[in-house]
């Protein structure tokens, strides 16, 4: 019965660090080793990133840097959706989908704006820009808070 109990207490004291492959939702608790853990794999930047695919999406983080002062060892993080063919349809279409609404003005023209998590008030930083395949892609990027 202890080690039920135990076990029980257990699950509940330590934090779960699975990094989360969703564009508006992060696990703050992840560490470099986690992602690594989890399938991500070195970018070659002139910064430290741990990326990962999957179909249409590319999630990365970016480590943080010896001259910044983190806790926790990611700094940022980035999702990059290929949407085919972007308009402001679309887009709003699929950040709604997620439970997140656009918190600022913009259009195709002016694609830069920012979207609020509805389930945890989150304030994502979003643009849409044309990749090197000149394939539309939706970039969603957040900064990890510092810890105290």
């Given at each position: 019965?202890?080690?039920?109990?135990?076990?029980f207490?257990l699950?509940?004291?330590?934090k779960?660090?699975?990094?989360?492959?969703?564009p508006?939702?992060?696990?703050?608790?992840?560490?470099?080793?986690n992602?690594?853990?989890n399938?991500y794999?070195?970018?070659p930047?002139?910064?430290?990133?741990?990326g990962?695919?999957?179909?249409?999406t590319?999630?990365?983080y970016?480590?943080h840097a010896?001259y910044?002062?983190?806790?926790?060892e990611?700094?940022?993080?980035?999702?990059?959706i290929?949407?085919?063919?972007?308009?402001?349809?679309?887009?709003?279409?699929?950040?709604?989908k997620?439970?997140?609404?656009?918190i600022?003005?913009?259009?195709?023209?002016?694609?830069?704006?920012?979207?609020?998590?509805g389930?945890?008030?989150?304030?994502?930083?979003?643009?849409?820009y044309?990749d090197?395949?000149?394939?539309?892609?939706l970039?969603i990027?957040?900064?990890?808070?510092k810890?105290?």
């Open positions: 019965m202890n080690l039920i109990l135990g076990g207490l699950r509940f004291l330590i779960d660090r699975t990094p989360i492959f969703h508006f939702d992060v696990n703050f608790n992840i560490s470099e080793k992602l690594i853990d399938g794999f070195s970018i930047e002139d910064v430290s990133l741990l990962k695919r999957i179909g249409d590319l999630i990365y970016q480590l010896e910044m002062y983190q806790s926790n990611v700094y940022w993080r980035n999702c990059e290929r949407i085919a063919k972007a308009d402001s349809v679309k887009v709003v279409e699929f950040i709604e997620h439970d997140c609404y656009i600022s003005k913009w259009n195709m023209e002016n694609p830069r704006f920012f979207v609020r998590n389930k945890n008030n989150m304030i994502y930083d979003c643009s849409i044309k090197t395949e000149f394939k539309d892609v970039s990027s957040l900064f990890f808070p810890e105290d």
